[in-house]
């Protein structure tokens, strides 16, 4: 399952839910890694189709180059991994960044993508970005004194209040490594989680969405993102908005928020919906 190719100059990382459906390559959020993704799976995505997780550079255990961490740049890495699969064509997409990095490439390179699957992204960015993901760049490159500090700490981000699902360990313990004295330490590089998210800010994402004549299904989070009272981290008018300014997008509400949504009953509707969309 656990893979590794020579792209674009490194070395990625990538999980292979191998299966004899079709190819659906997703890519991660921001500060996220391929086992974001093992909700999804456990819900019945797999063996509908194959499930390629990838880590993007700066990520898991794909390679850290000192910088390099535009969309081009990612977007470079996903070609260079499909040409060393010997994939020509293949759905793909991701969740919030990842989802973004598919609009990008949907875009720029029309010929190898055939089918969009954007997990709550939308051309139109939250004003508060910038301070939204704050917290999670803020936890890397701080070593914490184990694992279970560290999944304590989790626990009380206020996207999980009142919320645990233990499915997603899996995720969490890929996000860190363990050092020699036994302290733990995210994977993720905060340099190149910065320079990502400055190049993802400038980019006019409304001038793309033209550009994208691939069938899109955008899933949407309704769920708070934060204590109760917060607003969803991608409210469905921004959504709708996306999948409008696309020449064939379709629009599904999903529960849970922008975290929660990969779990349980979200994971469990999204399955459902990627599969038929897969099949169309």
């Not at 990625?12 to 974001?36: F, I, V």
């Not at 991701?94 to 990008?104: I, K, R």
């Not at 409304?206 to 899109?216: C, E, G, M, S």
């Amino acid at each position: 399952m656990d893979r590794y190719v020579q792209a674009n100059g490194i070395r990625l990382h990538y999980l292979d839910h191998a299966a004899e459906g079709p190819t659906l390559l997703l890519m991660p959020g921001l500060t996220a890694n391929a086992h974001s993704f093992d909700g999804l799976v456990s819900a019945g995505l797999v063996p509908a189709v194959r499930l390629l997780a990838l880590d993007l550079r700066g990520r898991g255990l794909s390679d850290q180059p000192g910088s390099g961490y535009t969309l081009a740049d990612h977007a470079a890495d996903v070609i260079g991994l499909l040409d060393s699969l010997d994939l020509d064509r293949v759905a793909l997409g991701g969740h919030s960044y990842g989802g973004l990095l598919g609009l990008y490439l949907a875009a720029h390179h029309p010929e190898r993508v055939s089918k969009l699957v954007v997990i709550d992204a939308a051309a139109e960015m939250h004003p508060d970005t910038r301070r939204l993901i704050q917290p999670a760049i803020d936890r890397l490159g701080k070593p914490v004194p184990s694992w279970d500090h560290y999944l304590a700490a989790v626990k009380l981000m206020p996207c999980f209040y009142r919320w645990w699902d233990p499915a997603i360990e899996s995720y969490f313990r890929a996000d860190v490594r363990t050092l020699l004295d036994g302290r733990v330490i995210s994977r993720s590089s905060p340099a190149a989680i910065t320079e990502a998210v400055e190049h993802v800010l400038a980019e006019d994402w409304q001038a793309k969405l033209p550009l994208i004549d691939q069938p899109t299904l955008l899933l949407n989070a309704t769920g708070g993102y934060g204590l109760p009272g917060a607003p969803p981290l991608l409210p469905r008018a921004q959504a709708e908005a996306t999948v409008a300014a696309l020449r064939h997008g379709r629009y599904r509400a999903v529960p849970g928020n922008h975290i929660t949504l990969l779990y349980g009953e979200g994971a469990a509707l999204m399955a459902k919906e990627i599969v038929k969309f897969m099949r169309d």
